[in-house]
């Protein structure tokens, strides 16, 4: 009895969760939210997400919005607050956020997590296990994630008014990402990616924008990796802006140089 009691108690909590939610996606926000979901892939594997909605956001107005692999970095590392007082000083206009939270749990019978596997392509062209991992995860962000984002709030369907955010391994998700399904996003901020392997691949059917950094203090890939990925990438058609910071493979640049990219990206109007 007492456990179909928590049972049903659990049940009317997260009801009242996605009720909420819902009515905050549709009403004017006095401030910004985050809230948490669970959602099935097209395999039944149950996946974390996270929204982000702006101060001021209103359902009645399309919003740009940029999709955040790594998205536990935006909880660990205080991005919303930081993006919160953008817009408040008036340093960018709103946006929304969506993140796809990554699986840090070390894949039974191998040396690396879920996430390692779900984001890099060189891995999965290593093993059959790797490759469906991989796949799957492609397929739960372009044909899941993605849809129900649009779904949940008034986001832009253009692509150009869609934007990527990923770091190291997230960052070698998002390349592939690009060219995989170049109609879905149009810029791509790929901070620090370590692993991407481009091979294979042909030009660009879309015409494609990619902003590009790493630090001089990184341990590898300074002389030969990330050259030859932005001779790649131009090579198949893309634009790329590429730049060095004065770190490593750090969560705190990688955080100062997206508040920048916002900046860049989503000036306020005069």
């Known amino acids: 009895m007492k456990r179909?009691?928590?049972?049903i108690f659990i049940t009317i909590i997260s009801v009242l969760i996605v009720l909420l939610f819902f009515l905050s996606c549709n009403k004017t926000l006095t401030e910004s939210s985050f809230e948490e979901f669970e959602i099935k892939d097209e395999g039944g594997k149950t996946r974390k997400i996270g929204l982000y909605l702006p101060i001021g956001y209103n359902p009645?107005?399309?919003?740009?919005?940029?999709?955040?692999?790594?998205?536990?970095v935006f909880k660990d590392c205080s991005y919303r607050s930081m993006v919160d007082s953008l817009i408040t000083l008036g340093s960018i206009r709103p946006v929304v956020i969506a993140c796809s939270f990554e699986n840090k749990t070390r894949i039974p019978g191998f040396t690396i997590a879920y996430?390692?596997?779900?984001?890099i392509d060189a891995l999965s062209k290593q093993d059959s296990t790797l490759s469906k991992l991989f796949e799957s995860h492609m397929a739960f962000f372009t044909g899941t994630f993605i849809p129900y984002i649009e779904k949940r709030c008034n986001v832009s369907r253009?692509?150009?008014?869609?934007?990527?955010?990923?770091?190291s391994n997230?960052?070698?998700f998002g390349l592939t990402l690009s060219m995989r399904h170049p109609e879905l996003i149009g810029e791509y901020w790929c901070f620090s990616p370590v692993y991407s392997d481009w091979d294979g691949y042909g030009m660009l059917?879309?015409?494609?924008n990619y902003r590009i950094c790493w630090g001089i203090k990184e341990e590898v890939g300074q002389e030969d990796?990330?050259?030859?990925?932005?001779?790649?990438?131009?090579?198949?058609g893309g634009y790329v802006k590429d730049w060095t910071f004065d770190g490593g493979h750090d969560r705190g640049w990688w955080r100062q140089w997206f508040a920048l990219e916002l900046e860049r990206r989503f000036p306020v109007e005069e």
């Open 60 to 72: 009645k107005e399309e919003y740009p919005v940029i999709y955040m692999a790594d998205g536990l």
């Open 115 to 119: 996430r390692n596997a779900e984001y």
């Open 170 to 172: 997230s960052a070698d």
């Open 225 to 236: 990796y990330f050259p030859a990925l932005l001779k790649s990438i131009r090579k198949r």
């Open 4 to 7: 179909c009691i928590n049972s």
């Open 205 to 208: 059917s879309e015409p494609t």
């Open 158 to 167: 253009d692509r150009n008014e869609r934007i990527f955010y990923g770091t």
